[in-house]
């Protein structure tokens, strides 16, 4: 026997599914589809336009979290993020400064660094130092990109992932110096400190959507749109029952 939380998860995939892959054969069959602007997305092919005008690299923060655990999701959504972000410095040229403060992470990082450097020809161009490990706490990480921020001539700060009160510390820096910071976080506690100092902001679910708005997948779109209308769906049930339960 299933429990009943079980069995609402059932329902749930056996109605996402559907609507996952109607939309994604919509997306391959060349139908036009709409997605609500995203600021943040749009800003970042700017950022690699500048560090190619000037010379300077673009740190990518994967934030103070790492695989394994309830971090991961955060973890994920940066990479999505990296490696967009790997093809476009593959392209101009100019590779960016990417830290992480998670020992497994590493490998995962420098593999999508080096993949999009690979996909553009341009492998000879790859550096596996590019990746960083800088500790393996949020207040030593932290540290670590302060520093970066402050003496490397970075051109822009672009932060996804897991932060918490240390991200005040780095955007504190990165203000200083007046770097164009774009940060996503779904950790509310650090939300404060990201609206304070980030120019571009990615909040909560945005930051899971970079593989819908940056890579342009059917399979990405066609999931960002089925968690639409499940969104849809879920609050008009909500609303019956609760007229239901007003009226009768």
């Known amino acids: 026997m ?28 060349g139908h036009e589809v709409s997605l609500r602007r995203i600021p943040a997305f749009e800003a970042l092919p700017d950022l690699i336009g500048r560090a190619a005008e000037s010379g300077r690299a673009l740190h990518i923060g994967l934030g103070s979290g790492g695989v394994g655990g309830e971090e991961t999701a955060s973890a994920l959504a940066g990479l999505s993020v990296l490696g967009y972000l790997a093809d476009q410095a593959a392209i101009f040229d100019c590779p960016p400064v990417v830290t992480v403060a998670d020992l497994a992470l590493l490998p995962v990082a420098q593999d999508v660094l080096r ?29 670590g990109v302060m520093d970066i921020l402050a003496h490397e001539g970075i051109v822009a700060n672009t932060m996804i992932g897991t932060m918490g009160d240390e991200y005040l510390l780095i955007g504190e820096t990165g203000a200083k110096h007046g770097l164009t910071q774009i940060v996503g976080t779904s950790n509310v506690g650090a939300l404060p400190f990201v609206f304070a100092t980030a120019d571009e902001t990615l909040i909560g679910e945005e930051m899971f959507a970079g593989g819908a708005y940056l890579s342009r997948l059917p399979e990405h779109i066609g999931s960002l749109l089925a968690q639409d209308w499940m969104r849809l769906l879920l609050v008009s049930a909500i609303l019956a029952g609760v007229l239901w339960r007003t009226v009768f």
């Open 115 to 143: 993949n999009g450097y690979l996909r553009q020809n341009r492998l000879h161009g790859y550096r596996p130092t590019a990746v960083r490990f800088l500790g393996p706490t949020p207040a030593v990480y932290a540290a």
């Open 2 to 29: 299933i429990s009943e939380t079980q069995a609402l998860v059932l329902v749930f995939l056996l109605m996402f599914l559907p609507l996952m892959l109607f939309f994604a054969s919509r997306v391959r069959a």
